[in-house]
C-alpha cells in the first residue's frame, strides 16, 4: 500500500492550507513521518500530514506476485564500466488485472533510443509470459517465473540472457544477465525509486 501524502502549513496570521511538500511513499515511512511532525509543533506554527491511502493496484490472484512492480519508478542503471544512465519506468495493471502494461523511456550516454514497452500475463501458477519491444523490430517473448524471495526471474527462450527483479524496502532492485555455460554475468543493474507525485 502506498499514499499520496503532503504537509500543511497553518498558524495564527495564515490560514491552512500551505502545501510545503508533495509525495508518494510507502505507509510504514508516512507513519514515521507522522511521528517527526509531532515534534516540530511550535507556538505559532502548527504543521499537519494530510494523506490519502490506496491499493497500489487491482490485480488478478495469479498476477498478484508481480504487485511490487506496480508504480512510476525513477530508474538509475549501472552497466559493468561504470556507464551510468537514468529512465523512467512505469507498471499498469490493464485489462481488468490479467495483464501488466510496462513503459520504459530512458535517457542513455550512447544510445539515441534507449526503450523498453511490453506486456506481462500468467500462464499458470508462478509462471508468467512477456512480449517486450526494445524497438522496431519484432517483439521478444520471454518466460517469467518467481525464485527466491519473491524475485521474479524473466529469460530468454534459450536461457541464455534475462532479467531478475528483486523486491526491496525501498523498491525494486533489478538485475540484468547473460548465461554462458556455467558462467552468469551481470551485463547491468538497476535500482527503482518511486516518482514523488506531482503537487
Known amino acids: 500500500m502506498y499514499c499520496d501524502a503532503f504537509w500543511l502549513q497553518s498558524n495564527k496570521q495564515k490560514a491552512p492550507g500551505v502545501?510545503?511538500?508533495?509525495?508518494?511513499?510507502?505507509?510504514?515511512?508516512?507513519?514515521?513521518?507522522?511521528?517527526?511532525c509531532r515534534k516540530q509543533i511550535?507556538?505559532?506554527?502548527?504543521?499537519f500530514l494530510a494523506f490519502i491511502c490506496f491499493e497500489s493496484a487491482v490485480l488478478?490472484?495469479?498476477?498478484?506476485p508481480l504487485s511490487f512492480l506496480i508504480g512510476e519508478w525513477q530508474t538509475h542503471s549501472v552497466y559493468p564500466d561504470g556507464t551510468q544512465a537514468e529512465g523512467k519506468l512505469s507498471y499498469e495493471s490493464v485489462l481488468g488485472g490479467d495483464w501488466i502494461k510496462f513503459t520504459f523511456v530512458?535517457?542513455?550516454p550512447t544510445r539515441?533510443?534507449?526503450?523498453?514497452?511490453g506486456m506481462i500475463r500468467a500462464i499458470d501458477v508462478g509462471e508468467f509470459e512477456a512480449i517486450v519491444f526494445f524497438g522496431p523490430q519484432e517483439g521478444s517473448i520471454m518466460h517469467g517465473v518467481l525464485i527466491d524471495d519473491g524475485v521474479f526471474r524473466l529469460a530468454t527462450s534459450d536461457g541464455l540472457s534475462g532479467i531478475d527483479y528483486h523486491p526491496t524496502e525501498t523498491g525494486v532492485y533489478q538485475e540484468?544477465?547473460?548465461?554462458?555455460?556455467?558462467?552468469?554475468?551481470?551485463?547491468l543493474r538497476t535500482t527503482y525509486k518511486h516518482l514523488a507525485s506531482s503537487p
Open 176 to 187: 540484468n544477465w547473460s548465461q554462458h555455460d556455467d558462467a552468469r554475468t551481470i551485463t
Open 60 to 64: 488478478s490472484e495469479s498476477m498478484t
Open 112 to 117: 539515441a533510443v534507449w526503450e523498453a514497452h
Open 106 to 108: 530512458g535517457k542513455h
Open 19 to 36: 502545501i510545503n511538500n508533495h509525495s508518494k511513499m510507502p505507509i510504514a515511512k508516512l507513519l514515521l513521518s507522522a511521528l517527526v
Open 42 to 47: 511550535g507556538v505559532r506554527k502548527m504543521w
